[in-house]
């Protein structure tokens, strides 16, 4: 059973660099040929798709986000990482890590989300 | 990019009532490229249903979806307590951005 664990600073001041880990448990990163995704969801709000990442090192991101955004594997670690940078209020959100299901459609294992928090 | 629009924005219903939630494309789902998603609070959302109509591993067949092109609708036959949730639809055009729709809520 693949688990999936968010971990990073919960607070971050404005126009600093937000990053976040994500451990991946249960199964080999860069076996299997998945994708890894990020996702954010703002307090009482919906989600937004961030970006996913292939073992590869290939990437693709939300255009909205694209010019601040990267995401980056560690295969000897098990992980992958998310780097925003130039944090607003409105970045604030808890993000979660995913793993983009075999179909490449949707997401079917998620970590339980981290809130990181944007302000001085 | 597809947007997608949830209805209802909120859904009262009681135990063993039929829900039935929609979910609108603004353009054509590729290949009905669509998933549904079940969100209890404080937890992260979970995998329901995807290519719009194949339950994922472990779901009740109590939940189906269905639908084509820009139209898709996710049924849940008879409600038992634990299913009163928010429901996202989410689609992939084939190529990135995933986007999601903003959520239904179902309350007792």
Same mark, same amino acid.
């Given at each position: 059973?693949?688990? @999936?664990?968010? #971990? $990073?600073?919960?607070?971050?001041? *404005? &126009?600093?660099?937000?990053?976040? +880990?994500?451990? %991946?448990?249960?199964?080999?990163?860069?076996?299997?040929?998945?994708?890894?995704?990020?996702?954010?969801?703002?307090?009482?709000?919906?989600?937004?798709?961030?970006?996913? @990442?292939?073992? #590869? $090192?290939?990437?693709?991101?939300? *255009? &909205?986000?694209?010019?601040?955004? +990267?995401?980056? %594997?560690?295969?000897?670690?098990?992980?992958?990482?998310?780097?925003?940078?130039?944090?607003?209020?409105?970045?604030?959100?808890?993000?979660?890590?995913?793993?983009?299901?075999?179909?490449?459609?949707?997401?079917?294992?998620?970590?339980?989300?981290?809130?990181?928090?944007?302000?001085? | 990019?597809?947007?997608?629009?949830?209805?209802?924005?909120?859904?009262?219903?009681?135990?063993?009532?039929?829900?039935?939630?929609?979910?609108?494309?603004?353009?054509?789902?590729?290949?009905?490229?669509?998933?549904?998603?079940?969100?209890?609070?404080?937890?992260?959302?979970?995998?329901?249903?995807?290519?719009?109509?194949?339950?994922?591993?472990?779901?009740?067949?109590?939940?189906?979806?269905?639908?084509?092109?820009?139209?898709?609708?996710?049924?849940?036959?008879?409600?038992?307590?634990?299913?009163?949730?928010?429901?996202?639809?989410?689609?992939?055009?084939?190529?990135?951005?995933?986007?999601?729709?903003?959520?239904?809520?179902?309350?007792?």
């Amino acid at each position: 059973q693949v688990q @999936l664990q968010e #971990s $990073g600073p919960g607070l971050v001041k *404005p &126009s600093q660099t937000l990053s976040l +880990t994500c451990t %991946v448990s249960g199964g080999s990163i860069s076996s299997g040929g998945y994708y890894w995704s990020w996702i954010r969801q703002p307090a009482g709000k919906g989600l937004e798709w961030i970006g996913r @990442l292939y073992t #590869s $090192g290939s990437t693709n991101y939300n *255009p &909205s986000l694209k010019s601040r955004v +990267t995401i980056s %594997v560690d295969t000897s670690k098990n992980q992958f990482s998310l780097k925003l940078n130039s944090v607003t209020a409105a970045d604030t959100a808890v993000y979660y890590c995913a793993r983009v299901g075999r179909s490449v459609v949707d997401f079917d294992y998620w970590g339980q989300g981290t809130l990181v928090t944007v302000s001085s | 990019e597809i947007v997608l629009t949830q209805s209802p924005g909120t859904l009262s219903l009681s135990p063993g009532e039929r829900a039935t939630l929609s979910c609108r494309a603004s353009q054509s789902v590729s290949n009905n490229y669509l998933a549904w998603y079940q969100q209890k609070p404080g937890q992260a959302p979970r995998l329901l249903i995807s290519g719009a109509s194949s339950r994922a591993t472990g779901i009740p067949d109590r939940f189906s979806g269905s639908g084509s092109g820009t139209d898709f609708t996710l049924t849940i036959s008879r409600l038992e307590p634990e299913d009163f949730a928010v429901f996202y639809c989410q689609q992939y055009g084939g190529s990135p951005p995933y986007t999601f729709g903003q959520g239904t809520k179902l309350q007792i």
